[in-house]
């Protein structure tokens, strides 16, 4: 049990859907974080939150939408999405940013866009 | 800019070391991790070490760091079965919350 957890598993959806990814972590921490994992690509830092705050939009397009209403929960909300944003989507917490070399990472949400 | 590079695939046999090697371009990198990714899971720090250490060993894992070339490597020792997974060499900054990964490195390990 990593302490993050993250819903669903398993999405597929179509282009026009819209759907939200859901983490959570129990862990006290106060900084969160979204990564895409493509195959045999590099882990893509996309977002990071500290305090709810967010402190890193690394050019992400703007059909995926962050939110974190509070420090142990972190959305990412997804709308008309393309075939290639298909990918595993990590959701990371640490102690605050400072602690950021001790993340702990959630199982993943694997997404496929048809 | 910073990257982080490491091969795709080791195969070894059960009960012999495995080395993963790992190459970064940042010389100002103050953390160096090696992370582990089992399938379907998410990613699972197995161990860090910091750029003033040479070496660094926990269990059947030793971490050596040549600062000078920038190269880290991971030597998993009597390899088992379960250690099938992928590797991911990272590295970040003393006050830098943005972690540099590699693309991961596969682990096979035949019986």
């Known amino acids: 049990e990593t302490g993050v957890t993250q819903t669903p598993r398993h999405l597929v959806m179509g282009m026009t859907n819209k759907k939200s990814l859901k983490c959570e972590q129990h862990?006290?921490?106060?900084?969160m974080y979204w990564y895409k994992q493509s195959a045999k690509k590099p882990l893509e830092l996309m977002f990071v939150y500290s305090l709810e705050e967010r402190v890193e939009n690394n050019s992400v397009p703007s059909r995926f939408s962050p939110e974190c209403p509070n420090s142990s929960h972190l959305f990412l909300h997804l709308h008309t999405l393309q075939p290639e944003d298909s990918a595993l989507y990590l959701c990371?917490?640490?102690?605050?940013?400072?602690?950021?070399?001790?993340?702990?990472f959630g199982p993943g949400t694997r997404l496929t866009v048809t | 800019g910073e990257d982080v590079e490491q091969s795709l695939f080791l195969s070894v046999r059960e009960g012999d070391s495995s080395v993963i090697n790992c190459t970064y371009t940042d010389s100002s990198s103050t953390y160096l991790y090696w992370y582990k990714q089992e399938p379907g899971a998410g990613l699972q720090l197995l161990t860090y070490i910091f750029s003033n250490m040479d070496m660094k060993q926990d269990q059947r894992l030793t971490v050596l760091l040549n600062k000078k070339d920038k190269h880290l490597s991971l030597r998993i020792a009597d390899t088992q079965t379960g250690d099938s997974a992928i590797y991911f060499c990272?590295?970040?900054?003393?006050?830098?919350?943005?972690?540099?990964f590699g693309a991961g490195t596969r682990l096979f390990v035949k019986a």
């Open positions: 862990l006290g921490h106060n900084a």
């Open positions: 990371a917490s640490s102690q605050d940013l400072e602690s950021s070399y001790e993340q702990y």
């Open positions: 990272a590295e970040s900054h003393t006050g830098g919350f943005k972690t540099i």
